[in-house]
Nanobody
Framework: QVQLQESGPGLVSPSQTLSLTCTVS??????????WGWIRQPPGKGLEWIGHIGYSGSVLYGPSLKSRTSISRDTSKNQFTLQLTSVSPEAPAVYSC????????????WGQGTQVTVTS
């Protein structure tokens, strides 16, 4: 069964680039037809889809963070990454990586999430 694990710093400053890595086991990030996404959720708020990278390497970003977001992958390590720049001070949010099968519109496999706090 596929497993996803987020890793990265739990605390960043607004001048820093948030960089998170999702390590995938039990399945290849190049397997058709899956999409590997990043989602965040501040406490008490809904999920915000940041974007995803597909099995072919195609990337799609959500509208609110598109200008500050970069998603990439390292197929040799079976990992995909999130880089988010100019992060404004705000409440801590949980960042999660997840997998969606093409056409389902639903992320069925999730990492456990990692909390990130932006300093003021």
């Amino acid at each position: 069964q596929v497993q996803l694990q987020e890793s990265g710093p739990g605390l960043v400053s607004p001048s820093q680039t948030l960089s998170l890595t999702c390590t995938v086991s039990g399945g290849s990030i190049t397997t058709k037809t899956y999409y590997w996404g990043w989602i965040r959720q501040p406490p008490g708020k809904g999920l915000e889809w940041i974007g995803h990278i597909g099995y072919s390497g195609s990337v799609l970003y959500g509208p609110s963070l598109k200008s500050r977001t970069s998603i990439s992958r390292d197929t040799s390590k079976n990992q995909f990454t999130l880089q988010l720049t100019s992060v404004s001070p705000e409440a801590p949010a949980v960042y999660s990586c997840a997998r969606m099968y093409d056409g389902t519109g639903t992320y069925r496999a999730w990492g456990q999430g990692t909390q990130v706090t932006v300093t003021s």
